[in-house]
């Protein structure tokens, strides 16, 4: 297995627009976790999925922030319109979830700089 | 606030020493892992812990889960400028949150 697969590795885009993180789970694993990482707030769960399912979106900073999993292969984080604040790696990690751990696989993230 | 608090932030050491780092919260978790992260890479995952007490040892890294499984330590002994990294501990249950880590650094 290729592990879990991010999509852009880089992405400098401007305020305002329009911005999409793809991700591709283990096959197999059945949970999705989102992150966002800066030096000031360390690694912030953002939302997760079990069986395609949102489960927890707690951690979604605000209303420009989405995230979709169509599939068992396939998620997405949209930030639309995107802020200079909105700039860190973001990261997906995956796992087969079982009773007592989850041990997850992560990507080798996004980052993002919005100028 | 983090739900789980690591000490020290930041650790800069000589090549041969020992160190312990430390991860603690008010929480209790069915388990609790420990995952290294390197410079533009995810995290990898070291050791999950799930019985409070609990002791696992990784070559010359050891961790212990406390009693009331709130708490974690992570102990290496004889540091190398291999193990230098940003140490993150990590809580479960269900969802997967971590603490702000530990970056350490080991001089040859």
């Known amino acids: 297995d290729a592990g879990v697969i991010q999509s852009p590795r880089h992405e400098v885009t401007e305020m305002g627009q329009e911005v999409t993180l793809r991700c591709k789970p283990i096959s197999g694993h059945n949970s999705l976790f989102w992150y966002r990482q800066t030096m000031m707030r360390g690694l912030e769960l953002l939302i997760y999925?079990?069986?395609?399912?949102?489960?927890?979106d707690s951690g979604m900073p605000e209303d420009r922030f989405s995230a979709k999993m169509p599939n068992a292969s396939f998620s997405t984080l949209k930030i639309q319109p995107s802020e200079p604040r909105d700039s860190a790696v973001y990261f997906c990690?995956?796992?087969?979830?079982?009773?007592?751990?989850?041990?997850?696989?992560f990507g080798a993230g996004s980052r993002l700089t919005v100028l | 606030t983090q739900l789980l608090e690591q000490s020290p932030q930041f650790l800069s050491i000589q090549e041969g020493e020992n160190l312990t780092v430390y991860c603690n919260s008010s929480?209790?978790?069915?388990?609790l892992q420990w995952y290294r992260q390197e410079p533009g890479e995810g995290p990898v995952l070291l050791v999950t812990v799930v019985t409070g007490g609990e002791v696992k040892k990784l070559k010359r890294l050891t961790f212990q889960f406390g009693d009331a499984r709130k708490d974690s330590s992570l102990h290496i002994t004889a540091a190398q400028p291999g193990d230098t990294g940003l140490y993150l501990c990590?809580?479960?249950?269900?969802?997967?949150?971590f603490g702000a880590g530990t970056r350490l650094t080991v001089k040859p």
């Open positions: 990590a809580g479960n249950n269900n969802d997967m949150r």
């Open positions: 990690a995956s796992s087969l979830s079982a009773s007592g751990a989850n041990v997850l696989t």
């Open positions: 929480s209790v978790f069915s388990s």
């Open positions: 999925f079990n069986n395609n399912v949102p489960i927890d």
